[in-house]
């Protein structure tokens, strides 16, 4: 008797368990579903603009634009789109945007970053390996983040600075495409930090200098 008791008590709290971990995923889950549409809201006037432009280039000039999002950067709730045309056989211009405006319980991780880039490609436009220079900026909160040297300190402030990348375009279909890329940015950062505490204190204005891997990424890629 004891022994069903128990086995029977073991699978309740097993069950308990599980249920915690499927509506801890759900919450996860319900604040990314939010993060993308607070992120589709704020750029939406950008988005009709470079729509409405697109479309008055007219039909004859099919497959030099693209609209891609950095697959690698929603995962970890980073939303990102860009555009990307075409300039010329072996060259095209774009930029990519992220923007994360949430905080999840007293930890924040905000930020926003933009990177236009231009690329060299060996192949065809849109085709194979590239190489790429860029320039990179931004601005960031960063709170109760408790990695590395962000431990104890709360830091607001912006950053400027220019990279380089090379990757290569994986063709999945007549439209679609997978954006295999490798970047590294050197930027400045000015920022404001305060001490974490009971009573967190103002620290000062800061500088410093940082690589970020602002171009790597896992990018799916739309021809228009």
């Not at 128990?6 to 308990?16: H, M, Q, V």
């Not at 995923?25 to 432009?53: D, E, G, N, Q």
């Not at 860029?134 to 408790?146: I, P, Q, S, Y």
Request: net charge positive; glycine share 12%; with cysteine.
């Amino acid at each position: 008797m004891n022994s069903l008791f128990l086995t029977r008590s073991g699978a309740s709290i097993g069950c308990d368990s599980l249920g915690l971990r499927i509506k801890s995923l759900c919450v996860h889950v319900r604040i990314y579903l939010f993060s993308l549409l607070h992120t589709a809201y704020t750029c939406r006037r950008a988005m009709i603009a470079v729509s409405l432009f697109l479309l008055s280039l007219g039909t004859a000039r099919a497959q030099r634009f693209a609209i891609k999002t950095n697959l690698l950067l929603d995962g970890v709730g980073c939303p990102s789109l860009g555009f990307e045309y075409k300039l010329s056989d072996h060259t095209s211009a774009s930029i990519i945007a992220t923007y994360n405006p949430l905080k999840i319980g007293g930890a924040k991780w905000k930020n926003f970053t933009y990177q236009p880039e231009f690329r060299w490609w060996a192949h065809r436009t849109f085709t194979g390996p590239y190489v790429a220079v860029n320039v990179a900026g931004g601005g960031f909160n960063f709170d109760k983040l408790h990695l590395g040297g962000l431990y104890g300190h709360h830091r607001q402030g912006h950053f400027l600075g220019g990279g380089l990348g090379c990757g290569y375009n994986v063709i999945l279909s007549n439209r679609l495409s997978l954006d295999l890329s490798v970047g590294a940015d050197v930027v400045r950062c000015h920022y404001d930090r305060y001490e974490e505490g009971d009573l967190p204190w103002y620290d000062g204005k800061r500088w410093s200098t940082t690589v970020i891997p602002l171009g790597t990424g896992i990018t799916l890629t739309l021809l228009l």
